[in-house]
């Protein structure tokens, strides 16, 4: 099936900084790639949609300022954390759908962020 | 509202156990469901999927049926093994283009 990956799969960062959380579609190109978090014991929720060449589609009462997206190419979507917070810390999961038709959904394996 | 309520966890059984996870949703006419399975380190993976009234996914052993009269989406299987322990997320298709609403995700422990 097809694979998405995402980079890096754990970072630790200082409060203030920001992070980059990379995802690829590593066998097929995605116009489309969703951004998940998901807190601990807890469901995905959903964040905002990656529009390749577009601005990214944020869910209601995400911040679009402090959650940068960039979707530059049709096998990368990257989510910026600006200016974290120890309650940014959470693990921060990656989508993109089957282009075939389907609503089938291929997932990255998840990035955990530890803001200290 | 539109959500997916599903069986808190964590579920620990034994090997060759019958498992069932219920799931129901609230929605706005039939959405597609699903079942995806996270394994350890792993992401998420479609297990089985439904896409209208009556239709059952079944795969590696799951079954799933939608039922319309009781919104539910409940996954099943006869005979677990250690293999199949995982987190197991309920979801439905959501209002737009492919978004997903997922339930809050189910531990399951087989022990041998």
């Known amino acids: 099936g097809a694979v998405v990956s995402q980079h890096p799969s754990w970072v630790i960062c200082k409060s203030g900084t920001s992070v980059k959380i990379e995802c690829r579609s590593l066998d097929f190109q995605a116009t489309t790639m969703f951004w998940y978090r998901q807190f601990p014991k807890q469901s995905l929720m959903l964040m905002a949609t990656?529009?390749?060449?577009?601005?990214?589609?944020?869910e209601q009462g995400v911040e679009k300022d402090k959650f940068l997206i960039n979707h530059a190419s049709l096998t990368l979507s990257t989510l910026t954390v600006t200016s974290a917070h120890p309650e940014d810390s959470s693990f921060y999961i990656c989508?993109?759908?089957?282009?075939?038709?389907?609503?089938?959904?291929?997932f990255g394996p998840g990035t955990r962020l530890t803001v200290l | 509202g539109n959500s997916v309520t599903q069986m808190e966890g964590p579920v620990t059984l034994s090997e060759e156990a019958f498992l069932t996870i219920n799931c129901t949703y609230t929605?706005?006419?039939?959405?597609?469901l699903f079942w995806y399975v996270q394994y350890p380190g792993e992401g998420l993976q479609l297990l089985l999927k439904?896409?209208?009234?009556?239709d059952k996914g079944s795969n590696k052993g799951f079954e799933a049926t939608y039922r319309k009269e009781t919104t539910s989406f409940h996954l099943e299987k006869g005979s677990v093994q250690v293999s199949d322990s995982a987190v197991y997320f309920c979801?439905?298709?959501?209002?737009?283009?492919?978004?997903?609403?997922f339930g809050q995700g189910t531990r399951l422990t087989i022990n041998p």
């Open positions: 929605a706005t006419g039939y959405p597609s």
């Open positions: 979801a439905r298709m959501g209002q737009g283009a492919q978004k997903l609403v």
């Open positions: 989508s993109a759908p089957d282009r075939g038709g389907s609503d089938t959904q291929y």
């Open positions: 990656s529009n390749e060449g577009s601005k990214a589609t944020y």
């Open positions: 439904a896409t209208k009234a009556d």
